[in-house]
C-alpha cells in the first residue's frame, strides 16, 4: 500500500515532532554537503578547514543524526498503530540510522583527524563515509515517502 499523505488523525504534538525530526536531519547532513570544500581547504594546508571539519561532525551531524533518529522512533511511537517497527521500511531506516551513526564515529571522525594531521590516504576514507552518508539519505528519504512494505 503507498501511503502518500497523513494517516488518520494528526495531532499537534505529532506535528511538533515532525519538524523537529526533519530539522534534525536539516542539521546532521548539511555538513557532509561541505565535506569536499573542507577537504581540499584542509588539503591545502588551512588548519582552520579541518577544524571545521572535525567540529561539523561533532557538533552537528553526530547530534543531529541522534535527535533524528530518537524522534524518529517517537513518531513511529505516536502513530496511532498506522505505523510499526515491524514495517520494513520502519526497520530498514532503523537499521540504516544506526549504520550511519556507526560510519560517523568510527570512520569519518578518526580520519578527519588523520587527515588533518598530515595522513593523505585518510582522505579516501572521509570520501568514502561522506559518500555512504549521502547515499543511506537517499534511501532513507525514500523509505519516509514511499513507505514500502507497508
Request: charge should be positive; hydrophobic fraction near 65%; aromatic fraction near 8%.
Amino acid at each position: 500500500m503507498l501511503v502518500l499523505a497523513a494517516v488518520g488523525p494528526v495531532t499537534t504534538g505529532y506535528r511538533i515532532m515532525l519538524f523537529i525530526h526533519i530539522i534534525a536531519v536539516v542539521v546532521a547532513f548539511a555538513p557532509l554537503w561541505l565535506t569536499p570544500v573542507l577537504l581540499r581547504l584542509t588539503a591545502a594546508g588551512d588548519k582552520d578547514a579541518a577544524d571545521a571539519l572535525d567540529i561539523s561532525i561533532l557538533r552537528f551531524s553526530l547530534p543531529g543524526l541522534a535527535v533524528a533518529g530518537i524522534i524518529g522512533c517517537g513518531l513511529v511511537g505516536m502513530s496511532k498503530k498506522a505505523f510499526a517497527f515491524a514495517d520494513p521500511w520502519v526497520s530498514t531506516a532503523v537499521i540504516l540510522w544506526i549504520i550511519l551513526m556507526a560510519v560517523l564515529a568510527v570512520v569519518a571522525r578518526p580520519a578527519i583527524k588523520a587527515f588533518r594531521d598530515g595522513d593523505a590516504s585518510a582522505r579516501g576514507r572521509v570520501m568514502m563515509a561522506t559518500g555512504i552518508g549521502h547515499l543511506i539519505l537517499l534511501v532513507m528519504v525514500f523509505l519516509m515517502i514511499f513507505k514500502p512494505g507497508s
